[in-house]
């Protein structure tokens, strides 16, 4: 039922370390692609003030997820939803945050469209959407291992890809973000941290 993701282990504190300066003080949190479940549960475990809706489309994700909150018995997660980021109805209407990890680079564009749409539609103003993976920064790969990566990506799906930054930057701008606040992160990834003007 559970499952267990090596990369999720390794990169779910250094994510938290730089989540949690951009936490707000209350609210719901939305976590988009919660694959395993085991980020969101590492961040609800650190942060009981706040309530978290983790969401997959995928039936065996959302079993995974909710077999993590049941044996770590977090008062604070509720049942995974299944959550489409291309539809233009969600199953949740308001947020303080959304979290996306690991999803832009590996779903075709439409999806970074749906969830910059989607963010847009139930963010409020200070709202954070808060990403965290591989992009290019001024069209130009980061490091050759995500160069290596990038092109893997795309022999599995062409319409897959690591993302230029300021193309994702631009999409949030366009539904009311500002300029993210960027940090550089271990294995060459980076989060962005954007606020709703």
Avoid at 19 to 30: F, I, Y
Avoid at 118 to 131: N, V
Wanted: charged content about 20%; hydrophobic content about 45%; proline content about 9%.
């Amino acid at each position: 039922m559970r499952r267990e993701a090596p990369s999720a282990q390794r990169n779910r504190q250094p994510i938290l370390d730089v989540l949690k300066h951009h936490l707000p003080a209350a609210g719901l949190v939305l976590e988009i692609a919660s694959g395993t479940g085991e980020h969101v549960v590492h961040f609800a475990a650190t942060a009981p003030y706040l309530t978290f809706q983790p969401s997959d489309p995928d039936d065996g994700a959302r079993a995974s997820i909710d077999g993590w909150v049941e044996t770590l018995r977090l008062p604070n997660v509720r049942p995974a939803v299944a959550l489409d980021v291309t539809s233009s109805i969600w199953p949740v209407d308001h947020a303080s945050a959304i979290l996306c990890s690991n999803m832009i680079h590996i779903a075709p564009w439409e999806a970074t469209v749906g969830l910059m749409a989607g963010a847009g539609r139930i963010l409020p103003t200070g709202g954070l959407l808060f990403l965290y993976g591989p992009y290019r920064r001024g069209g130009r790969h980061t490091a050759p291992s995500n160069e290596a990566f990038d092109l893997d990506l795309r022999r599995r799906n062409p319409a897959w890809g690591v993302r230029d930054l300021e193309a994702v930057a631009d999409l949030a701008a366009a539904q009311g973000f500002d300029p993210p606040v960027t940090t550089e992160m271990p294995a060459n990834n980076l989060t962005l941290a954007f606020k709703r003007a």
